[in-house]
């Protein structure tokens, strides 16, 4: 369901919150805290008892954390909430700094004092992180302490209880593949990294493993669990146990050990006293796993979490599920176009009005689980934010004159979705038109490429860019990440940015999104989502080439495009993606909407 921040915020954060936790903190002996946004998990979305970030500053972003000494505090986060934070966090008592451009570590560097002691909770801030914090600690002279509670719990009075969402068994008609199957494919892999065991702290790993779902967080059908996995013999499963049914119980008992959540630091233990050797991602597992795990006696083998690859494939059950998604939302998405060409003009549309009128339009489907993130309709200036995120307070009328830009996605059964449309209320200036239009030349660039097998995100992302370097123009986002089917709508390891350096496989999701922002104008972002193809031959060459299959069937606006910047090959492709479009959703449409549609696809 859509929400604002607002309907998240909780006045009472700040300064009382923050004089709880340093009383606290003195109580235990620590000089200062860390405090992320993260759960034990890692995750995109965190379940509200586990919110300890937003119960102290009041901040609801998705990346962040706050630093807390005796005197002196800090919250870190990304571009994305840049203006957010200001909103919600008293600067008073978390001045904000650059997530990534002032990282924690040198704020600590600059403040730690020697003997003093700084705690963190062990489950919350992965292996990689911890060895970053140690070196900065070791050098200021102070000390790291891991904590196997976590000292806000210990002042949070009214704290939500834990999630209980339940699970339900995901079907072999939309997976594909029988659990079995998957389990035995991850038991090989561990045998090749010499590997006798491996932990999976990712949920989404968890439940593209053992084809279940569940809904223990916002607009991703998680099973919030731990599980550890032998190269031979039986997984275990730590989840709460209320989130079982009877049948969703004794099927999964089939393919697994089931344990109370409590149990699983002993489990680690034991795979530890047992001399395994277990594999765990250093960038996705807490310093609590691996320390429960060496200090029993096992050896880490630090690897990439084995789920990630195989689940980023898709077999082709799942690749039909994304496409008949893909349909079904593209319905709803041009009866949302057509209401928006209506209302948009007369001025009185506002930002939240949209976002709640195109959810509205999906959940008319019938089959809407939710919405896959939180929408980004941003009018004007708020466009120029690439992640912006519209409040009651930000919320704006959608002008006449300039580009209004609404991204948003849907979860289904069958598929999830991501979508990014900028679209023209009135008569757009020529610079608008310029500027969308060497957007779409990128778009369409990374839609048409062709690639050998073993090439890089990071090789691809040039091609979305070239044309707006050539104009002096750039965008400071990757061009496309990963996207799950029923799952993560962000997704790894794939992604098309200059840090995507894993090679692109066919059965891959995709997103290409490429942008571009003048700064308290305007935002401008196309967004399809693509399929990597398997490698075919090409007249005259010499190597089979990869390329992509688009999924998303929505038109773009021709009133922002200016024809004499394309080339009869980009024209083309925007004449056949609307032809498409016309062909596959037009049937569907109501006769005035089936109207609207011939108009806005029309051939150039």
């Known amino acids: ?9 909780d006045p009472s954060c700040g300064a009382p919150h923050a004089a709880l936790l340093r009383a606290e903190l003195a109580r235990r002996g620590l000089d200062g805290f860390l405090i992320p946004r993260a759960d034990a998990h890692q995750g995109e979305y965190v379940p509200p008892h586990d919110c300890r970030l937003q119960w102290l500053t009041g901040f609801t972003g998705s990346a962040g954390l706050a630093a807390i000494l005796g005197e002196d505090a800090a919250i870190f986060v990304d571009g994305r909430y840049t203006i957010q934070v200001r909103e919600q966090v008293d600067m008073e008592v978390f001045p904000a700094s650059h997530l990534i451009n002032e990282p924690v570590t040198d704020w600590l560097a600059a403040r730690l004092k020697p003997g003093q002691k700084l705690g963190i909770d062990a489950m919350l801030h992965t292996v990689r992180e911890v060895r970053r914090l140690k070196s900065v600690c070791e050098e200021a002279g102070a000390e790291l302490v891991t904590l196997q509670d976590n000292p806000v719990d ?3 009075n009214d704290r939500p209880e834990p999630p209980l969402g339940e699970v339900s068994l995901y079907p072999v008609s939309l997976a594909g593949r029988e659990a079995a199957d998957k389990i035995a494919e991850i038991q090989a892999a561990l045998k090749d990294k010499k590997a006798d065991a491996c932990v999976l702290t990712q949920p989404d790993s968890i439940a593209w493993l053992f084809n279940i779902r569940g809904s223990d967080v916002t607009h991703t059908p998680l099973p919030l669990s731990f599980a550890t996995v032998p190269s031979d013999g039986t997984p275990a499963l730590y989840i709460d146990g209320r989130k079982l049914t009877n049948s969703v119980r004794d099927a999964l008992s089939d ?3 089931i344990s109370e959540p409590a149990s699983f630091k002993s489990g680690l233990e034991g795979l530890g006293a047992s001399g395994a050797h277990v594999l765990i991602d250093p960038a996705l597992a807490g310093i609590g796993i691996a320390d429960a795990i060496v200090d029993a006696g096992g050896t880490l083998v630090e690897a990439q979490d084995p789920v ?4 980023a494939v898709k077999n082709e059950t799942e690749l039909n599920g994304a496409r008949a998604a893909h349909v ?13 060409d209506e209302e948009a003009p007369k001025g009185e549309l506002d930002e939240i009005g949209a976002a709640e009128k195109l959810e509205e339009f999906r959940r008319e489907t019938g089959v809407l689980k939710d919405i896959s993130f939180d929408t980004i309709s941003g009018a004007g200036p708020n466009g120029a934010i690439c992640h912006y995120r519209v409040s009651r307070s930000s ?24 979508i990014t449309r900028t679209l023209a209320v009135g008569e757009v200036s020529a610079e608008m038109k310029r500027h969308f239009t060497l957007v779409l030349k990128g778009h369409i660039a990374i839609s048409t490429a062709k690639f050998p097998e073993g090439t890089s995100g990071a090789q691809l992302d040039t091609l979305a860019r070239i044309d707006l370097w050539k104009a002096g123009l750039d965008f400071d986002h990757g061009t496309g990440h990963g996207v799950g089917v029923y799952l993560g709508v962000h997704e790894g390891p ?17 997103s290409n999104e490429p942008g571009y922002y003048p700064a308290g104008e305007y935002g401008i972002r196309l967004e399809n989502l693509e399929i990597v193809t398997e490698p075919k031959d090409i007249a005259g060459g010499e190597r089979p080439m990869l390329g992509f299959e688009t999924i998303t069937l929505v038109p773009m606006d021709l009133r922002l495009v200016e024809p004499a910047l394309l080339t009869r090959a980009e024209r083309d492709w925007l004449n056949g993606y609307h032809a498409r479009v016309r062909s596959e959703i037009g049937p569907l449409l109501g006769a005035r909407q089936r109207i609207w549609l011939e108009q806005a696809t029309k051939e150039i």
């Open 255 to 257: 393919l697994t050990e």
């Open 494 to 510: 794939q992604r098309i940015a200059k840090t995507g350096t894993v090679p692109l496989k066919p059965g891959m999701i995709l």
């Open 1 to 9: 369901m859509f929400q604002t921040f607002d309907d998240l915020s």
């Open 395 to 418: 919320n704006l009328k959608i002008p006449v004159g300039k580009p209004f830009l609404i991204d948003s996605g849907a979860q289904y059964e069958d598929g999830t979705t991501d």
């Open 328 to 340: 079904r939302d593209a319905l709803a998405y041009v009866n949302f176009l057509c209401w928006f």
């Open 154 to 156: 210990s002042v949070w």
């Open 308 to 311: 990630l690859l195989p689940k």
